[in-house]
């Protein structure tokens, strides 16, 4: 079913791309294995396992890892008011929703697809949030659901346990299973060191650049939306200053998940390392919510979609 968010064809476009290109890089690499390690079937099994779970268990897994529960209506009428509002408004089923007990204030949406789909917010941003700064971060969770790019980027993203679950294997069955002066050992496991480094650091250039554009195409979304752009700029400026002022210890175990984020766990901007960074700068999501809020003018119906 096609939602009523704005269509993004760069995004599919890009999206499409980054699969394929990912797809040719890990046949390559699981090729590159298969020489090396001379057991295909192992090989094999070990990807499909991981890509098939992390397919069907994504959702949980992240819910899971970030401490989130799911909630029914009489939990948090209020929050489960605004999804049924914004999904009414763009045509699309309404995914489960979740709530984390987490201070730090953020969400994230994620599962296969708009049937299979999970939008959890944090303690910490019902706390914080005005009611129509709630809804356009939930609008721009939910277009990321309607648009399918959840489920691209959760599985691009752990693709790459692949090369960390071999790199394991090749290091007790092959350093410690043939003995340590094995010369052949040393060569087999320095070539699937190599070849798993350079694998990774494509796909996280893939990655990344994907999550970059996408978390653009979301504000976009959430702002025809809606039709509040300045609400959503005014949750991207209070959320980032938050987050700005949590210690960077705690949030540490949050970064991991960076690329599900509504706005990226920093605790200052990263300097340099925006261009390695999942999500653009906040002063390029601010410019571009100015420039719809433009479009748009005191006109623009709230809840009208576009």
Same mark, same amino acid.
């Given at each position: 079913?096609? !939602?009523?968010?704005?269509? $993004?064809? *760069?995004?599919?476009? @890009?999206?499409?791309?980054?699969?394929?290109?990912?797809? /040719?890089?890990?046949?390559?690499?699981?090729?590159?294995?298969?020489?090396?390690?001379?057991?295909?079937?192992?090989?094999? #099994?070990?990807?499909?396992?991981?890509?098939?779970?992390?397919?069907?268990?994504? $959702? @949980? =897994?992240?819910?899971?890892?970030?401490?989130?529960?799911?909630?029914? *209506?009489?939990? %948090? &009428?209020?929050?489960?008011?605004?999804?049924?509002?914004?999904?009414? #408004?763009?045509?699309?089923?309404?995914?489960?929703?979740?709530?984390?007990?987490? $201070?730090? &204030?953020?969400?994230?949406?994620?599962?296969?697809?708009?049937?299979?789909?999970?939008?959890?917010?944090?303690?910490?941003?019902?706390? @914080?949030?005005? &009611?129509?700064?709630?809804?356009?971060?939930?609008?721009?969770?939910?277009?990321?659901?309607?648009?399918? $790019?959840?489920?691209?980027?959760?599985?691009?993203?752990?693709?790459?346990?692949?090369?960390?679950?071999?790199? *394991?294997?090749?290091? %007790?069955?092959?350093?410690?299973?043939?003995?340590?002066?094995?010369?052949?050992?040393?060569?087999?496991?320095?070539?699937?060191?190599? =070849?798993?480094?350079?694998?990774?650091?494509?796909?996280?250039?893939?990655? @990344? +650049?994907?999550?970059?554009?996408?978390?653009? +195409?979301?504000?976009? +979304?959430?702002?025809?939306?809606?039709?509040?752009?300045?609400?959503?700029?005014?949750?991207?400026?209070?959320?980032?200053?938050?987050?700005? *002022?949590?210690?960077?210890?705690? /949030?540490?175990?949050?970064?991991?998940?960076?690329?599900?984020?509504?706005?990226?766990?920093?605790?200052?901007?990263?300097?340099?390392?925006?261009?390695? !960074?999942?999500?653009?700068?906040?002063?390029?999501?601010?410019?571009?919510?100015?420039? =719809?809020?433009?479009?748009?003018?005191?006109?623009?119906?709230?809840?009208?979609?576009?």
């Amino acid at each position: 079913m096609q !939602s009523r968010f704005r269509s $993004d064809r *760069r995004l599919t476009v @890009r999206m499409t791309v980054t699969m394929f290109l990912l797809g /040719l890089l890990y046949v390559a690499f699981i090729a590159a294995l298969i020489a090396l390690l001379k057991s295909w079937v192992l090989v094999v #099994v070990i990807a499909a396992l991981v890509i098939g779970a992390q397919y069907w268990f994504s $959702d @949980r =897994i992240a819910l899971y890892a970030m401490h989130g529960r799911i909630v029914e *209506r009489e939990e %948090y &009428p209020q929050l489960h008011g605004v999804v049924d509002r914004l999904c009414a #408004v763009a045509d699309m089923p309404k995914p489960l929703v979740a709530v984390s007990n987490m $201070d730090m &204030p953020n969400a994230f949406a994620t599962g296969r697809n708009p049937d299979h789909a999970v939008l959890c917010v944090t303690s910490g941003l019902l706390r @914080r949030l005005e &009611p129509d700064e709630l809804e356009g971060v939930l609008a721009h969770e939910l277009s990321h659901v309607a648009h399918k $790019d959840v489920a691209v980027i959760t599985l691009a993203s752990f693709l790459g346990v692949i090369a960390g679950l071999v790199v *394991r294997f090749a290091f %007790y069955s092959e350093l410690f299973g043939r003995g340590r002066k094995d010369q052949n050992t040393i060569v087999v496991f320095g070539a699937v060191m190599g =070849i798993s480094a350079l694998v990774y650091a494509i796909s996280f250039l893939l990655i @990344r +650049a994907l999550s970059r554009y996408r978390e653009l +195409a979301a504000d976009r +979304a959430a702002a025809h939306l809606t039709g509040r752009p300045s609400a959503l700029a005014s949750a991207l400026t209070k959320v980032s200053g938050d987050i700005a *002022r949590i210690p960077t210890r705690d /949030l540490r175990t949050a970064q991991a998940f960076n690329a599900f984020y509504f706005t990226p766990a920093f605790g200052a901007e990263p300097g340099i390392s925006r261009y390695f !960074s999942t999500h653009p700068t906040l002063e390029q999501r601010l410019e571009q919510l100015g420039r =719809i809020s433009a479009e748009l003018g005191e006109a623009a119906t709230p809840g009208k979609a576009v």
